[in-house]
């Protein structure tokens, strides 16, 4: 995909991507040493909450470029509703991460693999 054509994908269309792939990280990350399935479930559920996603997204604002701080603002401003147990503000950063990982998946994996390698999980 070219980086023209990415900028017509809409950010909340890039977040359900980047969602998809998060978890498979998390995933990917608990598989050793083996467990049950429901510990699995447990620690992958922890991870994958809007809350730790915006944590992590603090983790990584440092080492973050101009372009991938603009699809973070984009990601984050898509939002205007939160669900009931959340703040706005925590499901934007959430939001914002995911639509991040969404932009990376598709344009630079590399990128993604390091940057997902820096979160302190």
Request: aromatic share 10%; no cysteine.
């Amino acid at each position: 995909m070219s980086a023209s054509s990415l900028q017509q994908v809409s950010p909340a269309s890039l977040a359900y991507i980047g969602d998809a792939v998060y978890e498979l990280y998390i995933r990917t990350h608990y598989l050793l040493p083996p467990k049950k399935i429901s510990d699995y479930h447990h620690r992958v559920v922890e991870k994958v909450r809007a809350e730790t996603q915006a944590i992590y997204l603090q983790q990584l604002y440092p080492i973050l470029t101009d372009i991938e701080l603009n699809w973070v603002r984009r990601g984050r401003n898509s939002v205007n509703k939160s669900p009931r147990r959340l703040s706005l503000q925590t499901y934007q950063q959430a939001s914002a991460l995911e639509t991040l990982l969404g932009y990376l998946y598709i344009f630079d994996r590399d990128r993604l693999h390091f940057l997902l390698s820096q979160l302190k999980i």
